[in-house]
Nanobody
């Protein structure tokens, strides 16, 4: 049973930085591509970026240059470092295995996510 626990969100001001954590149980982050998603109020859940098994990363244009995804294999944790935060970054942030068909095939549910609120 794979479980995903996001943490690290909070209320910050525009321009601030924040680092989110995703602790994965039941699967190794080193053996999977992992992704961060976010869902803003009234919006659908969007892909923020991903980290492949080889460590290469890919980001949505909206966060490119500001956000960085990394992982700690020993801690089985994926991180999302967010710099120069903007009010439009306000959302609930989630992590999951990538590509998106994998969680479906393996019956992996979304975690609770962690709320990031950026004030202006």
């Amino acid at each position: 049973q794979v479980q995903l626990v996001e943490s690290g969100g909070g209320l910050v001001q525009a321009g601030d930085s924040l680092t989110l954590s995703c602790v994965v149980s039941g699967s190794s982050v080193s053996d999977n591509a992992m992704a961060w998603y976010r869902q803003a109020p009234g919006k659908q859940r969007d892909l923020v970026g991903r980290i492949n098994k080889d460590g290469n990363t890919n980001y949505a244009n909206s966060v490119k240059g500001r956000f960085t995804i990394s992982r700690d294999d020993a801690k089985n944790t994926v991180y999302l470092q967010m710099n120069s935060l903007k009010p439009e970054d306000t959302a609930v942030y989630y992590c999951n295995l990538y590509p998106p068909n994998i969680p479906i095939l393996r019956g992996i549910s979304w975690g609770q996510g962690t709320q990031v609120t950026v004030s202006s």
